[in-house]
């Protein structure tokens, strides 16, 4: 009987101990993981080389990898609008950086504030402060940015340029110059794809007619989009459409690049998963069967867009989120990850020595580049815009009206909130 | 006679599906409606106690007539067509199938399987195919180099062009035009057979309603300050020829189970009347194949009113010449966060399959009972 109690006792003082020094200490991690994102097929190798890193610093832990694959996200996002709807929110999940995040989740309350994980780890330094500005609202840094992919970029092959003995462009002007002799021969002089890279060009253009300062203007609500800088924008959109391919709205961004690859048109604007595209999938080497440039006009700026993931409210896993978080800020993990998406390390101190060579160029140009972010993919705009601009789009392609096109964006804008 | 026990049996074991019914589907058609009279999609629309207010039937007026959502009406414009030539290709190619399979060929269990056969694959599945199919520079545009011309450059899914044109500020006039012809109509059918009261009722509010029209006063009802195009796009045309190619075959499974309903006996008394194959089918065969025809266009037309999966698979949720209501629906809530606009499209996408499927069910009942 005594000696029962005096076990029992035992094991109480034991297990007390033990949580002491959980706390104190960092015991080891365990329980799950539940990760959400839509990366699948050509990224899913990049996404389980970070979730093995994972396993491998906290073996304790089993990571769950739930992927809603296709339509750029679309399904991904409206399952995981219906699990927070419904109080079921996944441990962390991918998001563009920016106000995609914040005018969809940090608004309505639904995340945990970062910024002592940012102090802590040092982040503060080790990204820089561009981004830090689009990542974070007067309240607080919202989430961790894995990647950084580049919007405003031009591609081309340097040997069909010979051929037609055509320069890169550095302003939509100088293209406007070119462009009618390249169609003339029978070359598409911009290569274009489905809807969304419509959209995406549309960035470029707007970029190097507003110019960065007045870009970020007009996504404070400081700029009018019925103001003759955007208006004027919209024109020389509707110049460069007109030397686009016919059939855009039927091919993918890959299909667009083909054409450029194929000598069937000249140059290209995408982001740099282009660059992934041709050298992993294609097989061709950057600088020599594929040359690039920041789109006409926009030189010295750096489009960026984010992946990132941030911290729930109502995580039920919060620890093993907090060294989720932790992990994909650090050197190590960003530099397992990026050679594999195709995509640059956020830090300014990544090892480039494993990028390939147009890696290594964007991750200099994003170290000495001012930073503007990128409409389409979610860094200035919250959702509400950036569904709606697709209207406007719209509008603008049947009627080919800048001033229709401004009116209808500022309408947009002042309805989601951007614009007053 | 039914005991009384019975009766209590009958209802207790109904309850449970009824229950589940009432939650489940009205109840949720309940909240979606509500939802669609309140403006929840403004700022914090996904916090935990959204702030949500009511509106009243704000949301429905800024579908019809605001500015910003062309999209929506085009998409409305765009149903309607499609379910039109939708319904209509797959009862005349079924019809025509069923006709030539009735004819008692040898092999008939090989080609009406064949013909069944698409309607075993999912929409996702047709979908794909086809996007394969009709992309711009392969597939269906390149048959005609087959035989040495050059390849056809149609843009089957993208195509900006539009055909029957018309101006969306012309709609109520148009409207109370045809509620008038509908209402006379109605009242001079219930006047033929003595129903003097209902043709008073009826017909003279169409009365009313025709010289409205006609003295331009419909006419005033603007819904947009300035004209706005919209008309049938031709990029639907790819996805009318996938829809059909998948359901004619359950059309004809449809129809051929019709003919072979009809007894033999009606076909031979007419042969011994003198009536040629050709009148025997006219006159015999197609009048006994009406009901069938009228399931087919219910259940083709809520298919087509519904229509989502398979645009969704062909071209994908931004290519606005193919959209239809159900894949805005789903953007502009679960993309947008316009969570009380999306819940507007779905009550009208709701009341118009209603307008498809109501009356068939009251004549169902009505038959039912008698």
């Known amino acids: 009987m005594r000696t029962s109690r005096w076990l029992a006792l035992m094991v109480i003082t034991v297990t007390l101990f033990a949580c002491l020094g959980g706390t104190a200490a960092s015991a080891p991690l365990s329980g799950k993981l539940e990760i959400f994102s839509w990366w699948a097929g050509d990224e899913g190798p990049a996404l389980q080389a970070l979730i093995e890193l994972y396993e491998k610093q906290h073996p304790g832990v089993k990571v769950i990898n739930s992927t809603v694959t296709g339509g750029a996200g679309v399904n991904a996002k409206a399952v995981l609008k219906t699990r927070m709807l419904g109080g079921e929110p996944p441990d962390s999940f991918q998001v563009h950086a920016g106000q995609e995040l914040v005018g969809t989740w940090v608004v309505a309350g639904r995340m945990e504030d970062l910024s002592d994980l940012y102090t802590k780890e040092g982040w503060k330094t080790a990204f820089p402060e561009g981004l830090l500005n689009l990542l974070s609202t007067e309240r607080g840094i919202w989430s961790v940015p894995v990647n950084i992919h580049r919007s405003n970029v031009l591609w081309y092959v340097p040997d069909n340029l010979k051929k037609w003995s055509v320069k890169v462009p550095a302003t939509w002007d100088e293209f406007l110059s070119i462009a009618p002799a390249l169609k003339a021969k029978g070359i598409v002089p911009l290569a274009l794809g489905e809807n969304w890279t419509v959209s995406h060009l549309w960035e470029s253009v707007a970029l190097a007619c507003l110019g960065k300062d007045k870009w970020e203007a007009l996504w404070q609500g400081k700029l009018s989009w019925k103001s003759p800088e955007v208006v004027g924008a919209w024109r020389t959109f509707g110049k460069v459409l007109e030397y686009t391919n016919q059939d855009a709205p039927s091919l993918s961004w890959q299909q667009a690049t083909d054409m450029v690859v194929k000598g069937q048109a000249a140059f290209n604007v995408m982001g740099d998963w282009a660059a992934g595209y041709m050298a992993t999938t294609l097989k061709l080497q950057p600088g020599k069967d594929f040359g690039w440039a920041a789109a006409p006009g926009t030189g010295g700026v750096f489009m960026m867009l984010s992946d990132s993931f941030g911290l729930p409210v109502g995580a039920p896993n919060r620890e093993n989120t907090l060294a989720w978080l932790r992990m994909l800020g650090s050197k190590e993990a960003q530099d397992t990850f990026n050679p594999l998406k195709g995509s640059v390390s956020a830090r300014v101190d990544s090892d480039l020595s494993k990028y390939n060579a147009y890696l290594q160029s964007a991750a200099k140009d994003w170290r000495t580049n001012a930073i503007a972010g990128s409409l389409v993919h979610g860094v200035v705009a919250n959702e509400r815009f950036m569904n709606d601009f697709a209207t406007v789009m719209e509008i603008f392609l049947n009627s080919r009206n800048p001033e229709a096109a401004a009116n209808a964006a500022q309408a947009v804008a002042i309805q989601a909130g951007i614009s007053r | ?370």
């Open chain 2, 1 to 370: 006679m039914r005991s009384r026990r019975d009766q209590v049996m009958a209802v207790l074991v109904i309850m449970p599906s009824l229950a589940l019914l009432a939650i489940f589907v009205y109840g949720f058609i309940g909240q979606t409606v509500y939802m669609s009279l309140t403006d929840w999609g403004q700022g914090a629309a996904l916090a935990l106690k959204p702030e949500i207010h009511f509106v009243g039937t704000r949301n429905y007026a800024e579908l019809f007539t605001g500015f910003l959502n062309v999209r929506f009406r085009q998409d409305l414009v765009s149903m309607v067509f499609f379910t039109i030539l939708f319904v209509g290709a797959s009862l005349a190619l079924g019809l025509f199938l069923a006709t030539i399979i009735d004819q008692r060929i040898r092999g008939e269990a090989v080609f009406r399987t064949i013909f069944l056969f698409p309607m075993s694959l999912s929409f996702i599945v047709t979908g794909t195919i086809w996007r394969w199919l009709l992309q711009p520079r392969g597939g269906v545009n390149v048959l005609p180099s087959l035989v040495g011309l050059p390849p056809a450059g149609f843009l089957w899914l993208s195509s900006r062009e539009q055909a029957l044109q018309f101006n969306w500020q012309v709609l109520p006039h148009y409207v109370v035009l045809g509620a008038a012809f509908v209402l006379i109509a109605w009242g001079v059918w219930s006047a033929a057979r003595r129903r003097f009261r209902t043709s008073a009722l009826v017909g003279l509010p169409g009365m009313a309603l025709l010289a409205w029209a006609v003295t331009g006063g419909a006419a005033r009802l603007q819904l947009l300050p300035f004209p706005e195009a919209h008309g049938f796009n031709l990029a639907l045309v790819g996805v009318v020829i996938a829809a059909t190619w998948q359901m004619s075959g359950y059309t004809m499974a449809l129809y051929l189970a019709g003919l072979r309903t009809i007894p033999d006996e009606l076909r031979e008394a007419a042969r011994v009347d003198g009536a040629s194959p050709l009148q025997v089918y006219r006159y015999v065969e197609l009048p006994l194949l009406a009901p069938i025809t009228w399931s087919a266009i219910i259940i083709l037309g809520h298919i087509a009113l519904k229509i989502f999966d398979l645009v969704f698979a062909m071209a994908g949720p931004d290519n606005a010449p193919t959209s239809v209501p159900a894949i805005l629906m789903f953007l502009t809530t679960f993309r947008g966060n316009e969570l009380a606009k999306g819940a507007s499209i779905a009550a009208i996408l709701l009341v118009v399959v209603s307008i498809l499927i109501v009356p068939y069910l009251v004549t169902s009942f009505r038959a039912g009972r008698a």
